[in-house]
């Protein structure tokens, strides 16, 4: 099932810490893919948030295993909960 997300729902959607999939454009053009969830912070190092950026995610990636910055402005489809949800043009 397909439902379609607005962007102001997303960070409320996505602050819970729970596991999902993304995909979004990269700068460069090209689609990106990967399974992440928010609020990690057993790999933190210590120092400042340098991107203070609000449209910018902070997330961990299961797969590369470290974190990683997604634009909320260039997710086109995000698998949360069992459900998929595609971005409202």
């Keep these: ?3 379609k997300f607005e962007q102001s729902k ?3 959607l996505l602050s819970t810490g729970r596991f999902f999939t993304v995909t979004f ?3 460069d053009g090209s689609d990106r893919t990967f399974t992440c969830r928010t ?3 057993k790999h933190l190092r210590g120092g ?3 991107n203070t950026n609000p449209n910018h995610l902070i997330v961990w990636s299961v797969a590369d295993k470290g974190y990683r910055t997604v634009n909320i402005d260039a997710i086109t489809k995000l ?3 069992g ?3 595609t971005r409202v043009v």
């Design 1 to 3: 099932m397909k439902i």
């Design 10 to 12: 997303l960070k409320q």
């Design 25 to 27: 454009t990269k700068k």
């Design 39 to 41: 609020g990690v912070k």
């Design 48 to 50: 400042t948030r340098k």
């Design 79 to 81: 698998t949360f909960n």
């Design 83 to 85: 459900e998929t949800y």
